[in-house]
């Protein structure tokens, strides 16, 4: 035997009858080297149905690499033969991993390969390797976003699976992929609804969120008449006096009173009854899901059953807590009857973190009312004691939105701010005179000794929004104060200079109104001083639209004040 026979014994099975013989190129290392006929010779040998050329293919193929050839063009051939050949694998489990493999390589080269292997997965006897094609129908989309309309058909035939362990998954591929097909879901609706209840957590999640968004375009609203009523029985701002616009609008009225009483559809009843159970699920997740849906979906009168479910997550850790308060925060500004029995689980914990403190602050401003407002009242005073400075300035802002709101606790809100100006802490001081200053606007000549009292402080305070909220009420409201502004004047103009650019501007404003409301005893002493006699001229100068020598005009109240 010759020694090129044995060498090509040992490279395996070339002197067998009918085989086609797959030389070695002895140029291939060289430059003249012929790799498209190689690369034609190793395809050929992946493609056969001998398990010996494709070893030896493979082996060509790791030599190449190795050597730092390019060998990118049989990369489809190599994943064929490697996941293909799994995906046929008898155990479920490797021919899901096989498909999970292949939908993870992110080539476009394969994507035909990748297509071919989500149609016969999706066909597959066992639901879990269906389930791992619905999970790879988005990776394959996102990769070639051109297979939309074959991935439809897909998703169309996972979605008609009867199985709880593909439903969750084929739904978020529906949603990544195609949500505008909402007639997909049609012939789905009541299957989806009735497995609701055996799907995994996370598929529940998803179900219920997709199934929200179809009910609210499919069904009609089960408070729609509450609404419509509410807005007939408001008159439009812009309201036109015209007679036929009355006599469309009593015709419009008649109308809605002619309306006969809702029915809810039944099929909008099969969701709302096949959800209700999940707010027991220990996954917050989907507590949140159904009560969004609730939220959205269910009658007013049977909104409510949402409340003690959302209440009992304010037990959970604190990343749960901040999600759940967030949005009850939403849902008391349009449904507050709904928490009110619930308003001592808003109550304060010392141990909360400022975050959770001031989501649960904004909660109770929503929930207060006439009945109640008393009860969060004494609250806040407890909370304004504690050592968190921002949850205490969140508290006074909370304390000044109650008083916007009701009325009827105005002034003793007021008051009550009004006493904080005495604390040691500046930035008490400083949040107090900001909500001061909002609550003053409503009813400022009733409230002349507080404004007096809060220009005593302008020495003692150092935070510019405050002074600047103070130097705006003694400007807005001067005539009340006819003595004490112009003397907040004086002192403010030999400070403008080292002032935050928030003080200056209010320093002009109170400048410019000075002189307007009270221009003879402004006059009287603005010649005889540069800082103030500078500031006046350029106050008004500014009041009068002289804006264009603004920077010289700046450089000139500076110097004065300098002098």
């Not at 494709?54 to 490697?82: Q, T």
């Not at 000549?445 to 220009?455: C, D, L, T, V, Y």
Request: overall charge neutral.
């Amino acid at each position: 035997m010759s020694s090129s026979s044995a060498f090509n014994d040992e490279k395996g099975g070339s002197s067998s009858v009918g085989e086609p013989e797959y030389g070695h190129d002895p140029a291939s290392g060289g430059i003249f080297s012929s790799d498209y006929k190689r690369h034609d010779d190793l395809k050929e040998m992946l493609d056969s149905n001998k398990d010996s050329l494709k070893l030896e293919a493979m082996k060509r193929i790791v030599a190449m690499v190795a050597r730092g050839k390019n060998a990118s063009d049989l990369f489809p051939a190599v994943v064929k033969n490697v996941a293909c050949k799994n995906i046929e694998d008898p155990n479920q489990l490797i021919r899901a991993s096989a498909l999970r493999v292949l939908s993870s390589i992110r080539v476009t080269i394969i994507v035909p390969i990748m297509m071919l292997a989500i149609k016969e997965a999706a066909s597959d006897m066992s639901p879990y390797v269906r389930k791992t094609a619905a999970h790879a129908i988005p990776k394959l989309y996102s990769l070639d976003p051109e297979q939309k309309d074959q991935l439809i058909e897909v998703i169309e035939k996972l979605l008609a699976d009867k199985t709880t362990l593909v439903a969750g998954s084929v739904v978020m591929a529906f949603e990544e992929v195609c949500p505008e097909r909402i007639e997909l879901i049609h012939k789905n609706y009541r299957k989806l609804c009735n497995l609701l209840i055996d799907v995994e957590e996370w598929g529940q999640v998803v179900i219920i969120n997709m199934l929200t968004r179809y009910a609210r375009t499919q069904f009609l609203n089960p408070n729609i008449n509450e609404s419509l009523l509410e807005e007939g029985g408001e008159k439009e701002f812009y309201a036109s006096d015209d007679d036929e616009d009355d006599e469309e609008k009593k015709a419009e009225a008649a109308a809605l009173a002619k309306r006969k009483p809702y029915v809810m559809d039944p099929d909008h009843r099969l969701l709302l009854r096949n959800t209700k159970p999940l707010l027991q699920s220990r996954n917050a997740a989907v507590v949140m899901a159904v009560a969004q849906l609730y939220f959205h979906l269910a009658p007013k009168a049977e909104v409510g059953v949402i409340a003690k479910a959302l209440v009992r997550l304010l037990r959970s850790h604190s990343e749960v807590q901040y999600v759940v308060l967030q949005n009850v925060a939403t849902m008391t500004i349009k449904r507050r009857g709904m928490f009110e029995p619930h308003l001592k689980s808003f109550y304060i914990r010392s141990t909360d973190p400022t975050q959770i403190k001031i989501l649960k602050l904004e909660v109770l401003t929503n929930l207060a009312s006439e009945t109640n407002i008393s009860t969060i009242l004494r609250e806040f005073q407890t909370y304004i004691k504690s050592m968190d400075k921002d949850f205490v300035a969140a508290t006074i802002e909370a304390i000044g939105r109650c008083a916007t709101n009701i009325g009827e606790v105005r002034d003793t809100c007021l008051n009550g701010l009004v006493q904080l100006l005495s604390n040691r802490d500046e930035l008490v001081v400083a949040e107090s005179v900001v909500v001061i200053k909002k609550l003053l606007q409503m009813q400022p000549e009733q409230h002349s000794e507080i404004i007096k009292h809060m220009a005593k402080l302008i020495d003692n305070i150092q935070v510019p929004m405050a002074r600047a909220s103070i130097l705006w009420l003694i400007g807005e409201y001067c005539e009340h104060v006819p003595k004490i502004a112009p003397d907040v004047l004086r002192k403010m103009a030999k400070t403008f200079t080292n002032e935050e650019d928030i003080v200056k501007l209010q320093i002009l404003n109170l400048a410019a109104k000075l002189y307007l409301t009270n221009s003879k005893q402004v006059r009287s002493w603005s010649l005889n001083s540069a800082p103030e006699r500078g500031l006046v001229v350029f106050a008004v100068l500014v009041r009068e639209g002289t804006l264009w020598s603004f920077s010289n005009l700046v450089c000139g109240a500076v110097q004065g004040a300098d002098m």
